[in-house]
Antibody, heavy 122, light 110 residues
């Protein structure tokens, strides 16, 4: 059974940093691209970042470019999102989501974690 | 601000056919696959349709997707009360080098 579990969320002050993680199981993690998608309270879905199976391709939404860094450790079946210079508008539930393909851009997101809440306060 | 436009709401009586539109541009829907996601309150989204019109295993065949030019649509044939949820279209955007979601449509069974 495919499982994705996020961790590391919480309450931080504006300007601070936070790293969220996603641990995968039940599939060949190194064969799939991975994504972070977020959803602000009461709002729609917003794609944040993509990393290909071998980390050769990385993309970011303009709203987080230069502040967030996506990475993965295939030996540990783990995906990470390092978030720096956090802003109030980064408050959201962050989902990790498996890409159907291994490369080279986001296709269909066929499995999702349960999400982790990141709250940025002033 | 999403580049894919959906109606904010859609509704129908049980058994009716409901259609949700998704309007984009040549850089996203016009040149890439469209995918549809279903989300119930407080839960993670789930892929409903991928590659324009493909249903993952387990998705009822009353859900169908289509694409024409720079627009796509999701149809629910024979609406059921358990289909009440939010629905999002999505596609890769070559100009943005990013994945874009639609604005979302809330479906209600009257």
């Amino acid at each position: 059974e495919v499982q994705l579990e996020e961790s590391g969320g919480g309450l931080v002050q504006a300007g601070a940093s936070l790293r969220v993680s996603c641990t995968a199981s039940g599939f060949s993690f190194s064969s799939h691209g991975m994504n972070w998608v977020r959803q602000a309270p009461g709002k729609g879905l917003e794609w944040v970042s993509y990393i290909s199976s071998g980390s050769g391709t990385i993309e970011y939404a303009d709203s987080v470019k230069g502040r967030f860094t996506i990475s993965r450790d295939n030996a540990k079946n783990s995906l990470y999102l390092q978030m720096n210079s956090l802003r109030l508008e980064d408050t959201a539930v962050y989902y990790c989501a498996r890409d159907h393909a291994g490369c080279c851009s986001t296709t269909s997101l066929d499995f999702w974690g349960q999400g982790i809440l990141v709250t940025v306060s002033s | 601000q999403s580049v894919l436009t959906q109606p904010p709401s859609a509704s129908g009586t049980p058994g009716q056919r409901v259609t949700i539109s998704c309007s984009g541009s040549s850089s996203n829907i016009g040149s890439n696959y469209v995918h549809w996601y279903q989300q119930f309150p407080g839960t993670a989204p789930k892929v409903l349709i991928y590659r324009n019109n493909q249903r993952p295993s387990g998705v009822p065949d009353r859900f169908s997707g289509s694409k024409s030019g720079t627009s796509a649509s999701l149809a629910i044939s024979g609406l059921r009360s358990e289909d009440e949820a939010d629905y999002y279209c999505a596609a890769w955007d070559d100009s943005l080098s990013g994945y874009v979601f639609g604005t979302g449509t809330k479906v209600t069974a009257l």
